[in-house]
């Protein structure tokens, strides 16, 4: 390979990971600021487990991602993320169950039986305008390092802790340039 094709290459890797990291910096944000767009704009979506109902699949503290469904290909066995007031507190909750079966209601409602990993689900039947989407994949104990980002406490530690790198590099700075400046006078 000559060395233009190279800097061709580093050129096209360098401004595709901008890309990729200028994505993930967007995903990220409208997860903590407009969560149910989302979905609609990257196809993706995620949550964290909070409860064990089904385990093994999915345990507490895993960071969840779903994907955008179409209710009409649901098939029985299926993983289906909704949301629903688990704690009957009138706040809802995202959760994830086992399609159970579908029957259609109208041309664009299903009436959706769900069923979790060896326990009774409260609410059984949810209608398809429930869903926010499908079960893609699960990240392990992810869930748990972003909730500790987002309380007070984390954020302190991850401020304190850039104080104290930025304190550190301008100490060291401090002392390359008193270093530089000894050199430069011993040589006059």
């Given at each position: 390979?000559?060395?233009?094709?190279?800097?061709?290459?580093k050129d096209v890797a360098f401004w595709s990971m901008f890309v990729l990291l200028g994505l993930l910096v967007l995903f990220i944000l409208m997860e903590a600021f407009i969560p149910k767009q989302t979905i609609?704009?990257?196809?993706v979506r995620t949550y964290i487990a909070k409860y064990d109902t089904m385990e093994p699949s999915i345990k507490p503290n895993d960071l969840v991602f779903i994907n955008k469904v179409n209710a009409s290909q649901l098939e029985e066995g299926d993983l289906i993320t909704f949301e629903a007031d688990i704690n009957y507190d009138g706040d809802t909750e995202m959760v994830t169950y086992y399609v159970d079966s579908i029957t259609e209601v109208d041309t664009d409602t299903y009436r959706i039986s769900v069923i979790a990993e060896g326990a009774t689900v409260p609410f059984g039947v949810i209608l398809s305008d429930r869903i926010v989407g499908g079960y893609a994949f699960r990240i392990p104990v992810l869930g748990s390092i972003i909730e500790f980002i987002k309380s007070p406490f984390g954020i302190g530690v991850i401020v304190i802790n850039g104080l104290i790198i930025t304190g550190i590099v301008i100490i060291v700075k401090h002392g390359q340039k008193v270093e530089d400046k000894k050199e430069v006078s011993d040589e006059d």
């Open positions: 390979m000559n060395h233009k094709t190279k800097s061709v290459i609609n704009i990257f196809q």
